[in-house]
């Protein structure tokens, strides 16, 4: 089956500029999770949805956004773009906790350059 | 907060050399352990995990882990390395059940020499 699409794959914005990372997951899954990897810090968790309810969020301002559509598609957006935002942003699907395997499963990553 | 920790930052092999990459985590109640690997140019793919029962689990390519509770440890192993293995490894903690948020480790870079 087809695995947890992100689009775009690379894109190039300047500071000021907003951006919206698009997630398409695994079909069935309805829990979505994003995540900001940087050579420097790793991967760090932004935030999770289920059921297009935010469930968790991690420590990132308020410019840091997004939302799950009911057919459990995701968004993510980036108000006022900073040199520092400049990353690699994975989404990653999972199974609903009825069938918790744990596991998450992850896309390709948008990758995100501020210039 | 919990927190994952690493040891290494680069791990350099020859092929046929054993391997184990230190993870320690940083959270007293119960805990899920996870080890996820990314080859060059690829998306992240689970190796192994654990949950409970038998500490040591088995993943897949031969890759396996145990679970020290008392040392809040994950370590990562496998006897005999190959080249394919060179890929960037992540150990990552869940607390409980109900939640995918995931505290990853900063990676450990492994390169396989042939």
């Known amino acids: 089956k087809a695995g947890v699409t992100q689009t775009p794959r690379y894109l190039i914005k300047t500071r000021g500029q907003q951006v919206t990372l698009s997630c398409s997951p695994i079909s069935g899954h309805r829990s979505v999770s994003w995540y900001q990897q940087t050579p420097g810090q790793g991967l760090q968790f932004l935030f999770e949805?289920?059921?297009?309810?935010?469930?968790n969020k991690g420590n990132f301002p308020g410019r840091f956004s997004g939302r799950q559509f009911s057919n459990s598609r995701s968004e993510m957006n980036v108000s006022t773009l900073e040199l520092g935002d400049s990353a690699l942003y994975l989404c990653a699907s999972s199974f609903t906790p009825g069938g918790d395997t744990g596991e998450l499963f992850f896309g390709e990553g948008s990758r995100l350059t501020v210039l | 907060a919990q927190s994952v920790s690493q040891h290494n930052h680069h791990v350099i092999l020859s092929e046929a050399a054993s391997l184990e990459l230190g993870c320690n985590y940083s959270?007293?109640?119960?805990?899920?352990l996870f080890w996820y690997v990314q080859y060059p140019g690829q998306h992240l793919q689970l190796l192994l995990k654990y949950f409970s029962g038998d500490p040591l689990v088995k993943g897949i390519k031969g890759f396996e882990a145990e679970f020290i509770k008392s040392k809040f440890s994950f370590n990562l192993r496998k006897p005999s390395v190959q080249w394919s293995d060179t890929a960037e490894y992540f150990c990552a903690v869940r607390s409980g059940a109900g939640s995918y948020q995931l505290t990853f480790g900063k990676g450990t870079k492994l390169s396989v020499i042939p």
């Open positions: 949805y289920f059921s297009e309810t935010q469930r």
């Open positions: 959270y007293g109640g119960t805990v899920n």
